[in-house]
């Protein structure tokens, strides 16, 4: 990514992260609502497949991340992305 430049991703994390968590600076994606996990799920999928200034070491970073949305949606009993 270019110094100064964030994806939408980032910003909306930076969001949640203020939002829920604890001392530490950690959350649980358990602390999240439906929708909060499936608009991370978009940003996500937008900022590795769609986004020029994200870089190929960066998508691959975030790969993990969507595998965790994944995870959080089979135990939530949500259906599976459709991507």
């Given amino acids: ?14 969001e949640l992260e203020a939002r829920y ?20 799920e978009e940003l996500g999928r937008h900022a590795i497949h769609e986004d020029p200034q994200v870089t ?8 993990p991340l969507l595998d965790l949305v994944g995870k959080q949606r089979a135990k939530r009993g949500l259906p599976p992305a459709t991507h």
Avoid: C, H, V, W
């Fill in 1 to 14: 990514m270019a110094d100064d430049y964030r994806p939408a991703l980032a910003d909306y994390f930076d």
């Fill in 21 to 40: 968590a604890d001392a530490n600076g950690d959350f649980s994606f358990d602390s999240l609502t439906d929708e909060e996990l499936l608009k991370i």
């Fill in 56 to 63: 190929a070491q960066e998508k691959l970073n975030l790969q």
